[in-house]
């Protein structure tokens, strides 16, 4: 990563010429090892684009770089530090390259973490024109790289020291190796502790909220898969949660929707089936009580004749009588 300007302190003044010591781990080229004033660190080496120094006392110390897989443990534990800050924005997050001066007993040291934090109540706030931090980081992490044993003490003893002494809250050491990977916090007396997991979860107290399985920086799960994970979920994809909980809600409100309308037109389906059997029934009933009274006619028309032809007989009855007893008068 390309190194980030820095602007030396005003109050500094510019040291003698600078001269070599012998290093016997220093790279061809580098300056490791060199004996500089802070004045000239600040504005030479700062600046350094080839090699990152750090400055120890006097000293330049090139930071030692990490292999492949540990980088990727930085690179999957960093994501995770980003999205906890986009859901919970109570701290600016920097990267590579931004040093911090840390004045101590045994000397001032200049240390620029992989990356590290600076909470939003810290006193000394993070300006955005700031190539260099005036303040002293509240989480500071480094990707252990275990290439030479001097870069191990480094951050393992050296940083692990200065870092509590200069009042770093909380200090992680990354690496592709969880046996080399180390979770403190700071007392107060101040002197660094292991953050005791919970139930195999590391919760940090500078970022509350921010927790992970220290077992995931080996298996670095693809982030899209922790949405529904109980560790992550409250800070990794908030948002896809919420979008499918809401298309979740919104697919169940059709399902119930549709199930109405099914329900209304089975019932207007019935409705139907019923308002047809009752009109048949009524059909039914009208054509039994046409042909009841078309019967009923016919009885009456029937009644009718037979009347008309007793009546006929009668008369012609009485005719006949009448005409005997008219026959017997006359004889």
Known sequence: MSSIAATAPTSQVPAPPPRRLPAADATPHSAEG?????????????????????WNNGRLEEKPVSDYETFLVYAWFSELVRHFLRTHPCAQLVGL?????????????????DFGVVRNDNPQPLLPLDCSYHGVFDLCIEA??????????????????????????????LHKHPDHQAFYTRTAAGLYTPIAPQAGVICSRVLPGL???????ARRPELETLRDDPVYADFVLPGWRADRERAET?????????KRANAEAQAKRKAVKRANAEARRADAEARRADAEAQAKREAEKRADAEAQARQRLEHDLAALQARLAQDQSDG
């Not at 004045?39 to 080839?50: P, R």
């Open 97 to 113: 390259e931004m040093g911090f001066r840390l004045p101590l007993p045994s000397g001032t040291v200049i240390r620029k973490p």
């Open 211 to 217: 927790q992970f399985r220290p077992t995931d920086l």
């Open 250 to 258: 919104e697919a169940k409100a059709k399902r119930e929707a549709v």
């Open 144 to 173: 252990l790289s275990d290439q030479e044993r001097s870069g191990i003490e480094r951050d393992t003893v050296i940083k692990k020291a200065e870092y509590a002494a200069g009042g770093v809250p909380e200090y992680y050491i």
């Open 34 to 54: 060199l004996l500089v004033s802070e004045a000239i660190y600040w504005t030479t080496y700062y600046l350094e684009s080839d090699h990152h120094y750090e």
